[in-house]
């Protein structure tokens, strides 16, 4: 039950608050429409302020801690911050403004020491050991059980055991590193915003198709300026340098993403960084760990970061050899046309499209008019789920949204009953984050009688008015791997919030993503969409097999950037507590050259300078857990293919024993359960050619 006895006297908030009770609207959706960015600091500060009070009930309860009384109770206290705090998250996310901009700043410490005073709360730590002692002897179910053993854990990860002087020395940390993470995201969004190519030269732009300049000139347009904007995504490498053919304009582009946050001034984040690297490994040796990366795996799958690591080195000499030998290929074709010049990380993806081309007799421009972005949306991405798990998506345009941009969905059951919500915002913004992600506005629990209200964003090439929206085949990946997530949240049948959905480990969170990119290419699914935007045509066999044919290509440069990227985060978050403030550049250089990653032609996926997943999201010391995830994907798919492939039971079984169960057992014993045994590095070593498909050896 919701109440707001507890907010504090003297601030802003009250019934006109929109936040103040649930929302009326469909599953407690966010009222968008009545929300302005005037609201979120009282109801942050009032939701904040009425969970400590609803803590300190429990804590101040005379009564023996019970399952009860204290983890149910428990459960229950924060509805109003969460209402708030994850609207909050996705709009500075998504839409940000100058005004959350500086709010965002101004509560991080906050919300850091609001965490803390919950976890190192010394009294209701007893309260959760004491339950967890007995809890053999409770005869709670499995899911009580987990959620008995989860708090505890938590608990324990986050300090509880310290003494009160550690513990407020680590609240110190949690506040600084907080804040600096806040500053690095305000940093990277301006920095990225000003790094993008600008040029009233059309003749810069040569190779772009007429609708990419278009939506240049559009970009230009929306910034008030002169001319064309090529903005830039959140990776090293940029979209566009696969078709452009002036070399210099290649160059220039690469180097504004490369040095993004590089810059010296207001928005150079190398200080930041080094200084939230230094601070984690300081916490973790507080906690009684070696290592940041040791705290952190603690609850992971790999456990460790040397197992981490040790499945990370592996893959390290199939990928580097396959990258090497891709770039002997596109230079030996630099020569042949006689360019006379060493081949450089911002020729690669433009002479690779032109190897892929002789080899393949393919090239992307020929498949983008396949790929108009609704209709995988509804074809593609909704049909794989309709016939894996029966559910249906109606759209609706009476849900308000915080850009029109966004897309909002009812999902169904196959009975006919509503289970979610599903919002989609697609294009790429100045004020969004780069990159793609999946989220809640509300989450599922049977104790709250809540159900999924999920979001998926992405940062596709926005169109210009009137135009399709033709995206290529990484992008169509994209919206089904992000997809996979939000069946994650929307298929959550759990009775705690704190154990539902997409709360799990963050090497196998991206499981089902991972697992979910397998139907893009699934041949029933693939022939549903793939489809001529303006003829409606299926795209013809032949190029159908040819995409088949190349989808290995440039694998080795695929997987190198990645795992130097996991392997780069990993080092950052091993450092030792005595280790001195670094110098990010150098750092990261030997870093590369430590694992024999530092490859001239193939830089790593994200530079540490804009590595926003292990700064700003949750990915510290756990960026491998994508390729982690890839092996468990490509085990499952797998043991799909040897039983029947898409099918509705195979689809009910999986989302039985996986989707549905967030982290309501530990997540080993779930998968092997599922899958009838361990996963297998083979598959996924198939799948990226590093091992021959006929032997797996």
């Known amino acids: ?24 609207l469909p599953l407690q959706a966010p009222p968008f429409d009545k929300i302005k960015d005037s609201d979120y600091q009282p109801a942050i500060e009032a939701g904040m302020a009425q969970q400590r009070e609803e803590v300190r009930a429990i804590v101040e309860n005379p009564q023996p801690p019970t399952f009860e009384n204290t983890l149910v109770a428990l459960e229950q206290t924060g509805q109003l911050f969460n209402r708030v705090n994850l609207v909050l998250t996705a709009v500075t996310g998504a839409n940000l403004s100058p005004e ?12 850091a020491a609001h965490k803390d005073a919950i976890l190192l709360d010394s009294k209701l730590f007893q309260r959760i050991e004491t339950i967890y002692q007995q809890r053999e002897t409770l005869k709670l179910d499995p899911e009580s059980l ?45 920095a990225t915003k000003a790094a993008a190519y600008v040029t009233k030269d ?61 810059r010296g001034g207001a928005n150079d984040t190398r200080e930041t960084i080094a200084r939230m690297a230094q601070l984690r490994a300081q916490k973790a040796k507080l906690l009684g760990f070696p290592s940041y990366g040791a705290w952190k795996l603690q609850d992971q799958m790999a456990k460790t970061p040397e197992a981490a690591v040790k499945f990370m080195d592996a893959l390290v000499p199939g990928a580097t050899a396959k990258a090497v030998a891709e770039g002997k290929d596109i230079q030996a074709l630099i020569d042949t046309q006689k360019g006379g010049f060493q081949l450089q990380p911002w020729d690669w993806d433009f002479y ?82 780069g990159g793609a992600w999946m989220d809640v506005f509300v989450n599922q629990s049977k104790l709250l009688g809540t159900l999924p209200v999920v979001y998926n964003v992405a940062n596709f090439t926005k169109p210009a008015p009137g135009q399709p929206a033709l995206i290529g085949f990484r992008d169509v990946t994209t919206m089904f791997h992000e997809f996979g ?26 499981f089902p993503s991972q697992f979910n990119e397998n139907w893009a290419t699934y041949p029933s699914v693939f022939s549903h969409y793939a489809k001529h935007y303006q ?62 990653l530092f490859l001239s032609t ?39 293919e040897g039983h029947g492939g898409l099918t509705r039971a195979n689809g009910d079984r999986f989302r039985q024993m996986i989707l549905s169960r967030g982290n309501t057992e530990e997540l080993g014993k779930m998968y092997s359960g599922w899958a009838g045994g361990e996963p297998s590095i083979e598959p996924m070593l198939k799948f990226r050619g590093l091992v021959p498909e006929e032997t797996g050896k």
């Open 535 to 596: 003829t409606g045509a299926a795209m013809p066999a032949e190029l159908v097999a040819k995409v088949k044919k190349a989808s290995k290509f440039n694998g080795g440069y695929a997987l190198t950037e990645v795992v130097a990227a996991a392997e780069l985060d990993m080092q950052w978050h091993t450092l030792p507590a005595d280790a001195p403030l670094e110098k990010v550049d150098d750092f990261e250089v030997q870093a590369l050259k430590n694992k024999n």
């Open 485 to 510: 997530h939000a069946l994650h949240g929307m298929f959550a049948n759990t009775m705690y919030p704190a154990l539902s959905g997409s709360q799990v480990a963050r090497d196998f969170v991206e």
């Open 146 to 190: 987990r959620l008995v053993e989860y708090y505890y854990e938590e608990f324990i990860h986050a300090g509880a055991n310290l003494s009160e002087a550690d513990k407020a020395e680590l609240k110190k940390l949690n506040e600084e590193e907080s804040t600096l993470s806040a500053a690095f995201s305000n940093k990277l969004l301006a």
């Open 352 to 433: 690779a499209q032109q190897v892929r081309k002789a080899k393949y007799d393919l090239d992307e421009d020929q498949i983008k008019p396949y790929f108009e972005l609704n209709n995988v949306l509804e074809n593609g991405v909704f049909y794989a789920a309709n016939q894996l798990y029966g559910i249906s998506f109606k759209e609706r345009h009476d849900i308000p949204v915080y850009h029109p941009d966004v897309r909002v969905f009812d999902v169904f059951d196959g009975d006919g009953k509503q289970i979610a919500l599903w919002y989609c915002d697609y294009f790429k913004r100045d004020n969004k984050n």
């Open 202 to 262: 059309m003749s810069e732009l040569a190779g772009l198709s007429d609708a990419r300049l278009k939506g240049a000139a559009q970009a230009a347009k929306d910034r008030k300026v002169d001319g064309y904007v090529i903005p830039l995504q959140n990776t090293t490498q940029q979209p566009d340098l696969a078709s452009l053919i002036q070399r210099g304009t290649r160059q220039a582009i690469f180097e504004n993403s490369w040095n993004r946050a590089e």
């Open 602 to 640: 193939v830089p790593p996926r994200y530079r540490s300078s804009y590595f926003a997943h292990i700064w700003q999201d949750e990915y510290a010391a756990g960026y491998y857990a994508y390729l982690w995830s890839e092996m468990l994907d490509h085990t499952a798919f797998q043991w799909f």
């Open 100 to 111: 959350l901009e500086k709010l965002q700043e101004i509560e991080a410490p906050k919300l």
């Open 1 to 24: 039950m919701q109440s707001n006895a507890a907010v504090p006297s003297g601030t802003q908030f009250g019934p006109s608050n929109p936040f103040y009770a649930p929302s009326s």
